[in-house]
């Protein structure tokens, strides 16, 4: 059903929390008269302090009221305006790329710019080896070599080479996942362009940029010229308001979204999060909220960026930035609104990311491993609350559980920064006493599945509750293993019984 821009989908408070829908329930959902559907003439909007409001100059001197994503789109075409459903070109602030998409993108860019050619701009290229590290494997190995000679030949400025595979410490270039990695080291910047090579690039949304994700083809363009052909989204808004309870995390708010709109329910959209819920989240927080935006099918997730975005990028980067934000009157698509302090931890069940259900209802499934990490569920709040869980519980795991930190400076964290309420301990110390296996080498390991060796794969078909991202079958590895998708508060919890379990039951 299509919504006209003014459409607000609420959700009550005795309709939160309710019972699992398939990944079979109709679309006629949205149709029942249980969902009160009422008409605005004006779409409630987030609206900045005056002090970080941009500079009109940076998109012209439009008086038509535009979303932020909308007016990043116009900065970067240098146009006044611009409207959802339009083509533009736009010109790319950052271009990033992985290990297993350079080859690709590098031989399509020497075949169509010339073996001699030279790259738009070196420093706005940062290349990222995370996907197929710690393997045996000698073609996952070519592909980081690959990146390599590209990246000396063509003299790029961000290159984060790993050549010691056997001691990740041993390479002080090398980061981990690439989406975690991009923001740690401050490549992630409100109002600007970020593409790259993976899908899950829609994380930095979490900063208030247009991120998403492109294909090999696209990159090898980009790289050429410093431009793309993009069509405008138009912009769904996410209103989440109330308190966040202590047992939950971002991975359930998204999780219920995905699970309200389907798989395809934000196809080639922005999804805007706003309200007193995202206003206190952490930018980790936010962007986990953003990475999964590309489950919905979204072509960008977007969180305005406020002192919180600011505190974090103080010590991560000294490029200028201006902020950009929704006007009061933009028009949205559709409006969606949500009482978050309503909500229950939830799941998603195999095979989909929107087949959501309540952890509490899944409580009878037997699982064979935990597995935490990935650019969704591995950075340091990540682990911070899977001890969290460990030391309330007080127990040891029943299944073996997996922890792969996203990128090296996780790593760290999880041996030096101390849990809180834990007494001084660590989140390696607490990690170990629950019989954890210890932390891994950070890469993306095993939420794409891989090479066979790759760490915490799915080898065999077993039962699986991980913070990943996608659930899909064979996404780990076995194609008849059983992705259970939960927060890292659902995945501790459930590694200390053995079965999905809700965390509530420990915390």
């Known amino acids: 059903m299509a919504f006209s821009c003014s459409s607000i989908i609420t959700y009550k408070k005795d309709q ?9 329930f109709p679309s006629s959902f949205f149709t029942d008269k249980k969902c009160n559907k009422t008409i605005s003439k004006k779409i409630v909007s987030l609206v900045s302090p005056q002090k970080n409001k941009p500079n009109l100059s940076a998109v012209g001197s439009s008086k038509t009221p535009m979303t932020a994503t909308e007016k990043i789109l116009a ?17 790319v602030d950052v271009l990033m790329i992985n290990d297993i998409t350079c080859p690709g993108v590098c031989g399509t860019f020497k075949r169509e710019f010339g073996n001699t050619a030279k790259v ?37 400025k961000y290159f984060y080479d790993i050549q010691d595979r056997s001691n990740f410490r041993a390479n002080p270039d090398y980061k981990g996942v690439c989406h975690v990695a991009l923001a740690q080291e401050g490549h992630c910047r409100p109002g600007e362009v970020l593409l790259g090579t993976d899908s899950h690039t829609t994380s930095a949304g979490a900063f208030g940029q247009f991120a998403t994700g492109v294909g090999n083809t696209d990159a090898a363009f980009i790289l050429g010229t410093g431009k793309i052909l993009l069509k405008v989204p138009a912009t769904l808004r996410f209103v989440l308001d109330g308190e966040m309870p202590n047992y939950l995390l971002a991975k359930d708010l998204i999780l219920n979204i995905i699970g309200e709109i389907s798989m395809s329910g934000a196809t080639y959209k922005t999804m805007e999060f706003v309200g007193t819920t995202i206003e206190s989240l952490t930018m980790e927080e936010r962007m986990t909220l953003c990475n999964m935006v590309v489950e919905a099918g979204g ?5 305005a960026a406020d002192r919180t975005t600011y505190k974090y990028l103080e010590d991560k980067t000294s490029t ?101 309420g834990s007494g001084g301990k660590t989140c390696s110390q607490i990690f170990e006493e629950a019989g954890c296996d210890p932390p891994a080498s950070p890469s993306c390991a095993a939420c794409m599945g891989g090479p066979k060796d790759t760490y915490g794969r799915l080898n065999e078909p077993k039962v699986c509750v991980s913070t990943t991202n996608r659930n899909f ?12 998708l939960a927060s890292p508060y659902t995945a501790a919890a459930s590694a200390l019984t053995g079965f999905v379990t809700d965390p509530r039951k420990f915390l």
């Not at 900065?75 to 010109?91: D, L, M, T």
């Not at 950075?379 to 001890?387: C, L, Q, R, S, V």
């Not at 079958?473 to 259970?484: A, C, D, L, T």
Request: aromatic share 10%; glycine share 6%; net charge negative.
């Open 16 to 24: 939160l929390g309710f019972c699992a829908f398939p990944s079979s």
């Open 75 to 91: 900065r970067a075409c240098e146009k006044s305006e611009v409207k959802a459903g339009e083509n533009a070109w736009i010109n």
């Open 120 to 156: 738009w701009d070196r420093e706005k290229i940062v290349v990222i080896p995370d996907h197929y590290i710690f393997t045996n494997d000698e073609r996952a190995h070519r592909n980081v070599d690959t990146a390599r000679d590209f990246c000396v030949e063509q003299d790029i």
């Open 299 to 303: 072509k960008n997730g977007i969180v």
């Open 320 to 420: 200028p930035y201006e902020p950009i934000f929704s006007d009061e009157k933009a028009r949205f698509q559709a409006e969606y609104r949500f009482d978050v302090s309503e909500l229950e931890p939830l799941v998603a069940k195999p095979h989909s990311p929107d087949n959501r259900a309540l952890a509490r209802e899944c409580n009878n499934v037997k699982i064979d491993r935990v597995y935490i990490g990935s650019c969704t569920g591995g950075k340091t709040e990540d682990f911070m609350a899977a001890a969290k869980v460990f030391l309330a519980g007080g127990k040891t795991v029943k299944v073996p559980t997996f922890l792969v930190p996203a990128t090296q400076k996780v790593w760290m964290d999880l041996y030096t920064l101390e849990v809180p």
């Open 473 to 484: 079958p064979g996404r780990m590895g076995h194609i008849e293993g059983h992705v259970y």
